[in-house]
């Protein structure tokens, strides 16, 4: 048996980049794939793709900035299949721009949606994974997590955060009951430069993704950390370009 087969997966962001693609992968291997995003037009259509491969998939429109949606959509989760095995805390935003252009409004979007987006994620299953024995939190950081480079300085600090409080997690449930992987993607195929507003950050991202890597490879990552055996948890998965320079 497959370590992803009928494993229940919770996706935030699952309407396109890492998570789209986390779906369709963990769809083909057997996982009841349960996806979340605001764009539900998109979830709709990935749906409906998997499920004509023999997937199976559902979808609840998901705003990973309100608890209240977060925990509604876990909920959903679990009385549609009966438990939540895996979370993927995979949405985020990245409106790089330089500190001295002072995007107030964009730091804290930033906050919002890439560091408690991930608490919410985490309150709102952690309760549920320990009634149920095992869980597994797989929480998208990035390459941003483990180093800082000019105009990335907040979305920086909220991926270094990512980190921080997924360890701080794995070390209080060390248990064997709850699992938490970190992945760290490099330069990757997504719609995160197109929520850039400052012009040079945008045409430097522009420049700086021409090595990019396909969000298939971040899946399979995924993947990878899933079908492990329950006694085995790979904290941190760091996947980016073999010509990357950072």
């Known amino acids: 048996m497959s370590g992803i087969k009928d494993k229940v997966v919770a996706i935030t962001g699952a309407s396109s ?27 709709d259509a990935l749906a409906a793709a998997i499920k004509a491969e023999g997937g199976s ?9 309100r608890l209240e949606d977060v925990q509604a959509f876990v909920d959903f989760a679990q009385k549609t299949f009966g438990r939540v095995d895996v ?11 330089p500190m001295s252009s002072l995007k107030v409004e964009e730091w804290n979007r930033m906050i919002d949606v890439n560091i408690r987006g991930v608490l919410h994620g985490i309150a709102a299953g952690l309760p549920l994974m320990k009634k149920q024995g095992r869980g597994h939190f797989i929480n998208v950081s990035s390459i941003g997590g483990h180093i800082v480079v000019p105009t990335a300085a907040v979305y920086c600090a909220t991926k270094y955060a990512v980190v921080a409080i997924s360890e701080g ?14 992945i760290s993607p490099g330069v990757t195929e997504s719609e995160l430069a197109d929520t850039i507003s400052d012009p040079a950050a945008r045409e ?24 492990q055996p ?7 998965i760091i996947v980016r370009p073999t010509k990357s320079p950072n």
Do not use: C
């Open 204 to 227: 430097g991202m522009k420049e700086y993704r021409r090595i990019a890597i396909p969000s298939s490879a971040i899946a399979k990552a995924i993947a990878f950390a899933i079908e």
């Open 87 to 97: 979370i993927v805390n995979n949405a985020g935003v990245m409106p790089l721009s």
């Open 57 to 65: 998939a559902v979808y609840q429109a998901l705003d990973v900035t």
């Open 17 to 43: 980049g890492i998570g789209e693609a986390t779906a369709r992968l963990l769809g083909q291997r057997g996982a009841h794939v349960v996806m979340g995003a605001r764009r539900t037009d998109r979830l």
């Open 169 to 182: 997690l794995r070390q209080e449930e060390n248990d064997g009951d709850i699992r938490v992987t970190v």
């Open 230 to 236: 329950d006694d085995v948890d790979v904290n941190e």
